[in-house]
């Protein structure tokens, strides 16, 4: 492969906006689509390609978006579809790409569709939703547990049945084995696609089909008191269904009616379920996220294991994609350190595949505590006390320092962090030993080395907790060496001149053999004589 004849997003760096969070334009204290238009010369400065909003639907936000009342309209909280259409074009003028999160699993229970289908056993749209009849003992149809805590099920009085939600009681599962509600749902990616959307992030994607059977999930021995209660049964008969991969090929099919448009799918599975969604013949998600590094513990010796495993399970002809952050889990510079947060940046940014950035993690924030009376996540809410709450790193973007960290002028809908006036684009942008000028200067050897976004890709033998690999492309070879530890460590790497060092002053250095590496260090070296 050549940058000539790969697609834009197997070249390019996705970059994750969390619109609630990003830019206040009008003081509300709540991000909006105009606040997003003020910062794209900044996305466009620190490199990235592609940016990847997260809903902005009308929505009652009782999941803050993820509960769809309008798949064809904007939340009057980011402003309006004119406000959209200026976005899409403001962003393509500057050649970045814009992708939308697409939520098909469930709607609101305020969706017109769910009124109708919970209006009447008779009405044409019942069958759009899961509809069942209690046990045979009363109570819920079977065991299926909610994500976010208790049942799955709920009781409609009106009607005489439950239905089924994978999340919230406000989100009710759709029924994707009706094939007019596939038609309906198709109809909605042609309304974005025809408007100039590049592509579509689809959430939970493996839940959509669910056991026609409706058998019960199997216990889950591992579970112990005080654990994620969802974790009480396995999902086995709700989520990764067989049948699954038809309605991701009719996805797929919908998307191929437009050039050169992209499909990724959201899938929190191990990696041998997770390649299944590339479609047998590569005609599912172009790239089913994967989200392996999220919940790997931070040891060179194990990721080194995760990435051979990867590489080795992709499909022929599938292209890999690594995700290091996300509004759903806690930070980088949280999970890793910050003395660790370049490392992570350089592993990202440098790994065979289509990296996502999620906003923020450039500057290296933090996961910000939340006072109890802050609160706004419902996974806390229903689930207090476990840590599973998400406000922490759904907080505002820290742009420079002062009130509202230059966020929003009004009262922000989520606490700014207390470091947010040494943490923040402005202090870090005049800086060249920041975190977000290494993040920058990666990016750039990225888009300007092919080795490193269509190159080959080879794992160097390394011990202890340093991870080496090769990237390679066109006569120009790079090794990427990296110590995950806190205690210096030597890596054997052939030899060759520091072209990008996480602790500055080794550019152009000679190297090789036995190269020193201090603690939380990580070098790009290019070698000699290729």
């Known amino acids: 492969m050549t940058p000539e004849t790969a697609r834009w997003w197997q070249r390019g760096i996705v970059y994750q906006i969390y619109p609630r969070s990003f830019q206040d334009a009008n003081g509300d204290g709540v991000g909006d689509l105009r606040g997003i238009i003020q910062r794209l010369d900044y996305l466009r400065w620190l490199g990235v390609d592609a940016i990847w909003l997260s809903p902005i639907y009308p929505s009652p936000m009782k999941d803050f978006g993820y509960d769809v009342a309008d798949y064809t309209g904007i939340h009057p909280l980011f402003g309006d579809m004119a406000d959209f259409d200026r976005l899409l074009d403001e962003a393509h003028r500057r050649d970045l790409k814009v992708i939308l999160d697409f939520v098909p699993n469930h709607s609101s229970d305020r969706h017109p569709w769910f009124l109708a289908s919970r209006s009447s ?21 079977n ?3 909610s994500v976010f805590g208790g049942s799955a099920w709920e009781w409609d009085e009106a009607t005489g049945q439950y239905y089924y939600h994978a999340f919230l009681k406000e989100q009710p599962d759709l029924n994707w084995r009706n094939p007019e509600l596939r038609r309906a749902m198709h109809d909605v990616l042609r309304f974005w696609l025809a408007r100039g959307v590049d592509g579509f992030r689809v959430d939970v994607i493996y839940h959509l089909i669910k056991d026609d059977q409706f058998r019960d999930n199997p216990l889950n021995a591992d579970w112990r008191p005080g654990q994620d209660p969802f974790a009480r049964v396995i999902p086995f008969y709700t989520t990764d269904r067989p049948e699954v991969q038809d309605v991701v090929r009719e ?16 899938i929190s599975l191990p990696i041998e ?18 989200f392996q590094l999220i919940d790997t513990p931070w040891h060179a010796r194990t990721i080194d294991f995760l990435v051979r495993e990867y590489e080795r399970h992709l499909p022929p002809g599938g292209w890999p994609n690594w995700v290091l952050g996300n509004h759903d889990k806690p930070r980088i510079a ?18 065979r595949g289509t990296p996502t950035l999620y906003c923020g993690d450039e500057i290296g924030m933090t996961d910000v505590p939340i006072p109890p009376d802050r609160v706004q996540d419902p996974f806390e809410k229903n689930v207090p006390g476990l840590g599973l709450g998400r406000d922490p790193q759904r907080t505002p973007m820290q742009w420079e ?34 975190l ?5 200067e990666l990016i750039a050897l990225r888009t300007r080395e092919p080795a490193f976004s269509v190159g080959t ?4 033998e390394a011990a202890g907790d340093v991870l080496a690999y090769e990237r390679r492309h066109g006569g120009r070879a790079f090794a990427v060496a990296m110590n995950l530890g806190g205690e210096p460590h030597a890596a054997e790497l052939q030899a060759g001149r520091v072209v990008l060092s996480t602790e500055g002053g080794r550019a152009g250095e000679a190297v090789g053999g036995a190269v020193a590496l201090r603690g939380g260090e990580g070098l790009v070296v290019a070698l000699d004589g290729a």
């Open 121 to 141: 056993r008779d009405d044409p749209r019942r069958d759009w939703y899961i509809w069942r009849d209690p046990g045979l003992e009363g109570g819920p149809p």
């Open 143 to 145: 065991n299926w547990l």
């Open 251 to 266: 996805l797929r099919a919908v998307i191929d009616e437009f050039p050169d448009r992209l499909l990724i799918g959201e």
């Open 273 to 290: 379920r997770l390649v299944a969604y590339y479609g047998a013949d590569l005609d599912g998600a172009h790239l089913p996220f994967n």
């Open 334 to 351: 949280s999970r890793v350190g910050r003395g660790q947060a370049r490392v992570a940046a350089l592993l990202l940014l440098t790994l």
């Open 401 to 434: 320092a002062g009130p509202g960290a230059g966020f929003t002028a009004g009262d922000p809908w989520l606490p700014i962090a207390a470091d947010a006036d040494r943490v923040n684009v402005a202090a870090q942008r005049g800086d060249p030993g920041s």
């Open 436 to 440: 977000m000028s290494f993040y920058r």
């Open 457 to 460: 890709f080879r794992v160097i």
